[in-house]
């Protein structure tokens, strides 16, 4: 059974931001491992820490000679200037059941198999903005996990890419595609329109 690192949604109204990006993880230095940049395969550097979990693979399993697909959440303030956040990291070998022979099965078919493909991000949340102009939205995520952790509190996606006005303050499921540090629409999907004012207020 192959493990899916974007494991499919529990619930409709589910809030997510959730990628998976090829690269080496290069630290800021050996004392500071948490802190530092994903470096893709076209040379790309994205800034990136590594939480706690993902961390602890990190020291354990990972060779930083090599490149991973890193299973990340997006943050970002504008569509230049992205910074990931590392939740784990997919190594079918590690995490399932496979022959530990890299050079015979090809990763980029496994992820094709379960419908992803490098640097691709699944986003789920309120559309809260639209800049018609500069064609750019603004999605809401509201985690479902409340804790006093800065971690988990509501945070925006700016996002290149255009949905109507129309759709404003609805729930709506995207898919999108890291182009260096800007995160772009392929496709969405209106989950709720316009969710009501009741569920605004309780954010």
């Known amino acids: ?74 943050k970002n303030k504008n569509t230049q200037n992205l910074h990931l956040q590392v939740a784990g990291i997919w190594d079918p070998y590690q995490l399932n059941d496979f022959p530990n022979d890299s050079s015979k099965t090809n990763f980029s078919k496994l992820l094709e198999e379960l419908d992803l493909k490098d640097n691709y991000f699944s986003v789920r949340g309120e559309l809260v903005f639209v800049n018609t102009q500069k064609k750019e939205i603004v999605i809401k995520i509201c985690p479902a996990i409340k804790s006093k952790n800065l971690k988990n509190k509501n945070f925006k996606l700016v996002i290149k890419g255009e949905l109507s006005l129309e759709l404003l303050h609805s729930f709506v499921s995207l898919d999108i595609n890291r182009d260096g540090n800007s995160l772009q629409l392929i496709k969405y999907e209106v989950i709720e329109k316009n969710l009501s004012k009741k569920t605004r207020m309780k954010d």
Request: charged residues 25%; proline residues 5%; hydrophobic residues 40%.
């Open 1 to 74: 059974m192959l493990k899916n690192p974007i494991p499919k949604v529990t619930n409709q109204l589910q809030h997510r931001a959730i990628g998976i990006v090829n690269g080496k993880f290069t630290p800021l230095s050996n004392e500071q491992l948490n802190r530092g940049f994903l470096i893709d395969n076209k040379d790309e550097k994205i800034e990136t820490v590594v939480l706690g979990k993902a961390l602890s693979l990190l020291k354990k399993h990972i060779d930083l000679k090599k490149s991973y697909y890193w299973i990340v959440y997006p």
